[in-house]
């Protein structure tokens, strides 16, 4: 199986900045696109941007220009750096990735456990 575990999440101020990282472990043979999602309760859940393994990117209208998708492939590491941070941007991030695993074939979609993200004054 495949284990994210996302960290860095808390509580920041209306303009401030936040960057969230998910790391990804288990027997994985090949990882493909990641990416962040959140969902605030009683909504769904929303893509808030994601990056290919080449590293293409893709962002929410809403995010554009604030926040910023990085991946490292050797630390099978995402990152969201988020700036100018609005109250609406609050929410339990998701981290997700698209992975194989070692011996098997296809690929399957992961999701780690969550990261509250409020942005309040």
């Known amino acids: 199986q495949v284990q994210l575990v996302e960290s860095g999440g808390g509580l920041v101020q209306p303009g401030g900045s936040l960057r969230l990282s998910c790391g990804a472990s288990?027997?994985?043979?090949?990882?493909?696109?990641m990416g962040w999602y959140r969902q605030v309760l009683g909504n769904e859940r929303e893509l808030v941007a994601s990056?290919?393994?080449?590293?293409?990117?893709n962002y929410a209208d809403s995010v554009k220009g604030r926040f910023t998708i990085s991946r490292d492939n050797a630390k099978r590491t995402v990152y969201l750096q988020m700036n100018s941070l609005k109250p609406e941007d609050t929410a339990v991030y998701y981290c997700?990735?698209?992975?194989?695993?070692?011996?098997?074939?296809?690929?399957?979609?992961?999701w780690g456990q969550g990261t509250q993200v409020t942005v309040s004054s």
């Open positions: 997700t990735a698209i992975a194989s695993l070692s011996g098997l074939r296809g690929f399957n979609n992961y």
């Open positions: 990056i290919s393994s080449s590293s293409s990117t």
């Open positions: 288990g027997s994985i043979s090949s990882l493909g696109t």
